[in-house]
């Protein structure tokens, strides 16, 4: 008998994921643990191409006899269901992984402080992805030989395969790479070429989402604090080195480790000496599980303290960027004063702010609209930008959250709704119409008087049969959530703190809205992680305050441990385009008993 079986009891069985999916995974329960002690919980993803039947062998050399180890097949892959090699998106395999470590705590009884991931190459790009967008907080991440930047070796190979999938979206690539360029192991190699579940070909839409994806990630690693192993393989025929060492110094980690293996090829974990990868993986795995997770209370001083705080005061100057950038920005200013006229929405946003409720409410109704015909274009081209696609797809997602906690909701009082932000109220709105026949009461705030006259017009013009409260109030000041504590079953707090860098000003806040809360009541909560456009809005549009729109992309980790220190837990998290904006559902957490 090998170790394997000795120590470990093997079951196969499946997930549902987040869209319904069926996901096959495998389990190896410790035959030696006992129910009380700290849980080990290693999380293995395999790379593109493979199967989760492949990281048995790992098991031994990473696991302790009374640690768990689980493996999952990604969709297209291996048992899954899916075209072999293709899936949604990237975002749908991030996702995945997020609803499986999520099914883990649920079915296993695991908290995600008990999970640490280990993952190969493009199994590590989504896992560095699922850090950034969904924050998850668990013990760590191996990553072998990340395939941020996947060498494609044909000149001009990623345009033309963009051009392709225009004319052709099914469009499949088939690997060039054979087994002998991923180890020296002929043994290993012999076993990939004979295994029938791993497959040669991927989606070129997935290649370049993923390529995409990792270029987004890397750039913005900084808002990764999660502990982290890069371990580089000395002659990878299949990923840059580059990009995988950028990522490695963006990252603001306390504890992170990057480990180059000489005489290594990408598959890492199947060389023909393993001994150094897996001395230093054990080490590590032993260092996050020694390691307290990070306290909420050290993102209290993000705003002031960290790689975004830094790039936010950077932002501040006048004169930041090339000469040549300068001169762009200028360029677009300009156009806008003279020609922004046309269109309606920028005529909107330089009135009111592009970040007002005004310009959000145009936004959300997506109808261009402008003078003299060439109006109507620019608008179309305005309201298409990807950050404003981006506030739409919250805006469904919002609703989709909203209604699921409206429809479940089975108490005998009226399901009692706080928007502590609303302006015009539309996505709460136009949702409340589907619940005609459900007594509801929602309290409706701005600071805006126009804001709520806009939200009582639609009201009406929606014939809502829904008790309607427009209050107008400052969501900062402390006084707003006075006489309001413990009356909602739900709150709602959607585009605000996005505007908003100063974490103990969104603290105070947060801290009234979760005294409003019922004891078993949720919040709602939208973030800003990062913005593709940020210098670009920054320096050529205004805000609501007739000042430049200058942001501070908060990351979800930041985000949600000022959601806990308010006294609220994250549940969920939705990722919306390209990961600009997030929506989250968080519970209240019980006051802790005192005895007298």
Not at 133 to 153: C, E, Q, S, T, W
Not at 189 to 204: C, G, H, Q, R, V
Request: charged share 20%; proline share 4%; aromatic share 10%.
């Amino acid at each position: 008998m090998n170790n394997q079986s000795i120590n470990w009891f093997e079951r196969e069985t499946n997930f549902r994921s987040h869209d319904g999916t069926y996901l096959f995974y495998r389990v190896w329960q410790p035959r030696q643990f006992h129910q009380g002690t700290g849980a080990r919980v290693i999380v293995f993803l395999h790379r593109g191409h493979e199967h989760s039947g492949r990281i048995a062998p790992l098991l031994a050399q990473l696991c302790r006899p009374v640690d768990w180890g689980f493996a999952y097949d990604a969709r297209g892959h291996g048992y899954s269901p899916g075209q072999r090699g293709d899936a949604p998106d990237v975002a749908c395999l991030v996702a995945d992984l997020d609803t499986f470590v999520n099914h883990l705590c649920e079915q296993y009884g695991f908290t995600s402080s008990d999970i640490l991931v280990v993952a190969n190459s493009v199994g590590a790009v989504v896992a560095a992805t699922w850090l950034h967008d969904y924050a998850p907080r668990i013990r760590g991440v191996i990553m072998a030989a990340a395939a941020f930047h996947i060498k494609l070796y044909v000149p001009l190979a990623k345009p033309a395969l963009r051009v392709m999938s225009t004319f052709k979206p099914n469009l499949f690539v088939s690997s060039y790479i054979r087994s002998s360029m991923l180890t020296h192991s002929v043994q290993q190699a012999e076993a990939y070429d004979a295994d029938p579940l791993i497959t040669k070909a991927i989606s070129a839409n997935i290649l370049l989402d993923l390529a995409d994806t990792a270029e987004r990630i890397v750039s913005d690693a900084s808002a990764i604090d999660t502990p982290i192993l890069m371990l580089v393989a000395s002659e990878d025929y299949v990923v840059s080195e580059k990009p995988q060492w950028s990522f490695f110094e963006r990252l603001s980690s306390r504890l992170k480790r990057y480990v180059k293996l000489p005489a290594c090829r990408h598959a890492v974990f199947y060389e023909q000496n393993t001994d150094m990868a897996f001395s230093e993986s054990r080490y590590f795995i032993d260092q996050c599980f020694a390691n307290p997770i990070t306290e909420p209370e050290r993102y209290l001083l993000a705003d002031q303290q960290s790689a975004s705080a830094e790039a936010y005061r950077l932002l501040q100057q006048p004169h930041t960027g090339s000469l040549w950038l300068r001169a762009w920005f200028a360029l677009q200013r300009k156009m806008l004063r003279h020609f922004g006229h046309l269109s309606d929405g920028m005529q909107i946003g330089l009135t009111y702010g592009f970040d007002s409720g005004e310009s959000l409410d145009y936004v959300y109704r997506n109808q261009a609209g402008g003078r003299w015909g060439i109006g109507k274009l620019l608008d179309r081209g305005y309201l298409d930008a990807v950050g404003w696609q981006g506030i739409r797809v919250r805006k469904l997602q919002l609703q989709q959250m909203l209604a699921q906690r409206i429809a479940t909701y089975q108490g005998q009082q009226p399901f009692r709704i706080l928007d502590i932000a609303a302006g015009s109220g539309r996505y709460l709105l136009e949702t409340l119409k589907r619940f005609q026949h459900q007594e509801i009461e929602v309290t409706l705030c701005d600071v805006s008087q126009f804001n709520l006259d806009q939200a009582r017009t639609l009201a009406e013009r929606l014939g809502l049969r829904a008790t309607i409260r427009y209050v107008q109030r400052d969501a900062f000041d402390p006084a707003s959530y006075q006489g309001e504590e413990g009356n909602y079953h739900l709150a709602i707090i959607s585009g605000l703190y996005e505007l908003f860098s100063d974490n103990q000003k969104v603290l105070c806040s947060l801290r009234g809205v979760s005294a409003s809360l019922r004891a078993d009541g949720m919040l709602l909560y939208t973030a800003q992680p990062w913005h593709p456009q940020l210098h670009t809005i920054a320096h050529t549009l205004i805000n609501h305050q007739g000042e430049a729109w200058k942001m501070r992309p908060r990351p979800q980790c930041e985000m949600d441990a000022l959601v806990v220190l308010s006294g609220c837990r994250k549940l969920m998290t939705n990722i919306g385009l390209q990961g600009i904006f997030t929506v989250s559902l968080a519970e209240k957490l019980p006051v802790p008993h005192v005895d007298g």
